[in-house]
């Protein structure tokens, strides 16, 4: 197998497989602090939602959404920058970066999310 410039091994991973987990985590990030998800989840829905954790919740999402919005940058940035998009090595590990500060802002969802809760 041959290597691949800028990588120190010989497997060579689509750059689309980084890019389809970070818009899989970007739209669950948007369901879940946008789309009611998170909330219905952690407070209930209909008559059964609990206000005082909606308003405990939407805190979590003002907490988790610049984070979001860094994973955006990053992974736009991996994308944009042609010293970037076309060093491979440079590319997975923005990518990678990215993911996992979507990960991060799920987490920052989550763990506000399970504070609210009544």
């Known amino acids: 197998m041959q290597a691949m410039p800028g990588r120190s091994n010989g497997w ?7 890019t389809i987990a970070n818009c899989a985590l970007a739209v669950l990030w948007a ?3 946008l789309g009611g998800w998170g909330d219905a ?4 829905e ?3 939602h ?3 954790c909606g ?3 939407d805190d979590a999402v003002r907490f988790s959404a610049p ?3 860094i994973a955006t940058a990053v992974a736009v940035t991996a994308w944009a920058m042609p010293g970037i998009r076309h060093r491979p090595d440079r590319l997975d590990a923005l990518l990678t970066v990215a993911a996992f500060v979507w990960i991060l802002a799920e987490g920052v969802l989550f763990v506000g999310g399970y504070l609210a809760k009544p």
Do not use: K, M
């Not at 989840?41 to 209930?44: D, P, R, S, V």
């Open 67 to 69: 984070v979001a919005v």
């Open 12 to 18: 060579r991973v689509s750059p689309a497989i980084p």
């Open 50 to 52: 609990d206000p005082g």
């Open 31 to 33: 369901f879940s602090a």
């Open 55 to 57: 308003a405990g919740f």
């Open 41 to 44: 989840a952690f407070c209930g």
């Open 46 to 48: 209909d008559e059964r």
